[in-house]
């Protein structure tokens, strides 16, 4: 076998521990008569010089058996094997020359190395798989490496050892690097550990189970973004705000972390805080821009704070540097609400605005953040684009619409970004569902005769809605007390609203005055002061709040019984 033509691909290093095994000078010896300790020392070309014509005689065979790695010669279309040192034969035991390797090496067919043998031949250039655990468990990289090969023919050899005379031949060269993968793999692991915990922290910032309102169905999804630990800002909620309304939320602190989950966390908790208020839109902003700046005044986030009304059948919203709401109506077509928009929370010095859009029965609006429709190699507006044609084909409940818009906008679990889609739906109701849910309203001028119009009216209805007795009696006291109270505080225009839905019967005022009432210990003297009382105490709840006319709406709920 001919190894000189390949011998040169030996690293130096091992070119000189092989000259050190053969007896090769490791120095060159002083020359003429000038003392060894004034000779110069000599230089690498001389060395380089001295020592090439031995190592052009150095039994290469030697060195391989010698080395520590793994070293195979294959040759021909077969890959028969011509050669292997004692580190393979330690590692694998002895291995019969002259068979194909298929055969021969049957441990390098079971890890897919024979395809690459062939790739090699083929292309005369080398090629390396990293880390590749062996039988035994150790792992090793190999490299192989195109060499010319000169195998004596099969008649030349004893017992048919040899080849084919000629050909080609890959030289496979396998270093152990199991230590290297062990350590690779613990970290991997821990990696996927901090993952884990990560994402479980984001996760428990966000709402557990998403509230469920009468009128409205929805769903949510997170995506968190990337393979990193680090979490993100994204988060959102459904809050019911009680009187067959309900709010929408959907924020983003910019930038990954801890730091961007704490204040995530800071915000979601102050927005329930501050919706318990009944505040519109606008101002939940304003307050939460200014909890913004004192939490963080270098952190900021975007958030949109929208409400829904029922009666009103509009999504009326407040939108701080958030991406617009999408919203799908019966016949398909899209709305992009766009204005007003203001700066993101935590800027200071802007005064925000509410808007609002259409979601009749049959609408779908969609509330999303930036992770799903930015891309680093397209304008956000052709992102937005194309949400909005996903969701105008998007069909089904709000979590069979959330997996299609992921699914659309090629979200995977390698995404670079957190993503957070909230659906809400305002669903068509005809036939039996229609029935139970039904408004009733009455317009009261004032006087003296308002009060039995009021109680007249809302017992007719809810007489025609088949109510128990007893939910009829309170339903009408509660009707009348909170007429009474509107006469007597309030000012015209004023209106009584009944309306049922598959849980509750609500009982509303409004008036045109904006003080809000409030629950009170009447004395026994007091004429007065006993109306919000009375309801307090037979309702299952009740609030008030102002309405963007100027005046306020005073409300009452009363749970249904549930039917078998």
């Given amino acids: 076998m001919n190894f000189t033509r390949w011998s040169a691909r030996l690293p130096g290093t091992q070119r000189r521990a092989a000259a050190r095994a053969d007896g090769l000078p490791t120095a060159l010896p002083s020359e003429g008569s000038v003392p060894a300790a004034r000779a110069e020392r000599p230089t690498a070309e001389t060395i380089s010089l001295a020592l090439a014509p031995a190592v052009d005689e150095l039994p290469v065979r030697e060195v391989l058996d010698r080395i520590p790695a793994l070293v195979a010669l294959v040759h021909g279309p077969e890959h028969r094997l011509a050669y292997v040192n004692d580190a393979y034969v330690a590692a694998f035991g002895a291995r019969p020359p002259g068979e194909p390797a298929r055969d021969a090496l049957p441990e390098l067919a079971e890890i897919g190395l024979l395809p690459l043998l062939d790739q090699v031949l083929r292309s005369s250039k080398p090629r390396t798989v990293k880390s590749r655990k062996v039988p035994g468990g150790r792992s090793?990289?190999?490299?192989?490496?195109?060499?010319?090969?000169?195998?004596?023919?099969?008649?030349?050899?004893?017992?048919?050892?040899?080849?084919?005379?000629?050909?080609?031949?890959?030289?496979?060269?396998?270093?152990?690097?199991?230590?290297?993968?062990?350590?690779?793999?613990?970290?991997?692991?821990?990696?996927?550990?901090?993952?884990?915990?990560?994402?479980?922290?984001?996760?428990?910032?966000?709402?557990?189970?998403?509230?469920?309102?009468?009128?409205?169905?929805?769903?949510?999804?997170?995506?968190?973004?990337?393979?990193?630990?680090?979490?993100?800002?994204?988060?959102?909620?459904?809050?019911?705000?009680?009187?067959?309304?309900?709010?929408?939320?959907?924020?983003?602190?910019?930038?990954?972390?801890?730091?961007?989950?704490?204040?995530?966390?800071?915000?979601?908790?102050?927005?329930?805080?501050?919706?318990?208020?009944?505040?519109?839109?606008?101002?939940?902003?304003?307050?939460?821009?200014?909890?913004?700046?004192?939490?963080?005044?270098?952190?900021?986030?975007?958030?949109?704070?929208?409400?829904?009304d029922p009666n009103e059948g509009r999504l009326v919203y407040a939108s701080a540097g958030h991406l617009p709401i999408l919203v799908r109506d019966e016949s398909g077509t899209v709305l992009r609400a766009d204005e007003p928009t203001g700066p993101p929370l935590g800027t200071g010095g802007w005064m925000h605005a509410s808007g609002s859009v259409p979601l009749g029965p049959g609408s779908t609006a969609v509330l999303y953040t930036d992770g799903l429709v930015e891309r680093r190699d397209a304008d956000l507006d052709e992102g937005i684009a194309s949400l909005e044609a996903a969701l105008a084909g998007a069909t089904g409940t709000p979590q069979v619409v959330c997996d299609r818009l992921v699914r659309s906008a090629g979200v995977t679990a390698d995404h670079d970004d957190d993503v957070a889609v909230l659906v809400l739906q305002h669903p068509a109701r005809t036939g039996p569902d229609g029935d139970l849910f039904r408004n009733a309203a009455l317009e009261l001028l004032g006087g003296?005769?308002?009060?039995?119009?009021?109680?007249?009216?809302?017992?007719?209805?809810?007489?025609?809605?088949?109510?128990?007795?007893?939910?009829?009696?309170?339903?009408?006291?509660?009707?009348?007390?909170?007429?009474?109270?509107?006469?007597?505080?309030?000012?015209?225009?004023?209106?009584?609203?009944?309306?049922?839905?598959?849980?509750?019967?609500?009982?509303?005022?409004?008036?045109?005055?904006?003080?809000?009432?409030?629950?009170?210990?009447?004395?026994?003297?007091?004429?007065?002061?006993?109306?919000?009382?009375?309801?307090?105490?037979?309702?299952?709840?009740?609030?008030?709040?102002?309405?963007?006319?100027?005046?306020?709406?005073?409300w009452c709920e009363f749970a249904l019984p549930r039917t078998t």
Wanted: with cysteine; hydrophobic share 40%.
């Fill in 448 to 554: 003296v005769e308002a009060a039995p119009r009021a109680r007249a009216f809302a017992s007719g209805v809810l007489t025609s809605w088949r109510f128990p007795p007893d939910l009829h009696d309170h339903g009408v006291l509660a009707a009348s007390e909170l007429v009474a109270n509107s006469l007597q505080h309030g000012t015209p225009p004023m209106r009584l609203r009944l309306r049922r839905t598959d849980r509750r019967l609500i009982v509303e005022v409004t008036d045109g005055d904006d003080h809000l009432p409030r629950r009170r210990r009447a004395e026994p003297a007091d004429e007065s002061g006993r109306g919000i009382a009375i309801v307090a105490t037979i309702a299952s709840n009740w609030g008030s709040r102002r309405t963007p006319g100027g005046g306020k709406a005073v």
């Fill in 140 to 308: 090793y990289t190999f490299t192989c490496t195109p060499v010319p090969v000169d195998v004596p023919a099969a008649g030349d050899l004893p017992g048919g050892m040899g080849g084919d005379g000629g050909g080609g031949g890959v030289l496979i060269f396998a270093a152990d690097v199991t230590d290297h993968a062990e350590a690779a793999e613990r970290l991997r692991a821990s990696e996927r550990q901090h993952r884990e915990t990560a994402v479980t922290l984001q996760r428990s910032l966000l709402p557990q189970e998403l509230e469920e309102p009468d009128d409205l169905r929805v769903a949510a999804t997170y995506h968190p973004g990337g393979t990193e630990a680090a979490v993100g800002g994204d988060w959102y909620d459904v809050i019911t705000l009680g009187g067959g309304r309900t709010a929408l939320v959907i924020g983003d602190v910019m930038g990954r972390g801890v730091r961007a989950a704490a204040v995530m966390g800071q915000l979601r908790t102050a927005v329930r805080a501050y919706a318990r208020l009944d505040l519109p839109p606008h101002e939940i902003l304003q307050l939460l821009d200014g909890l913004a700046m004192e939490i963080d005044p270098n952190q900021i986030a975007t958030c949109v704070y929208a409400i829904h």
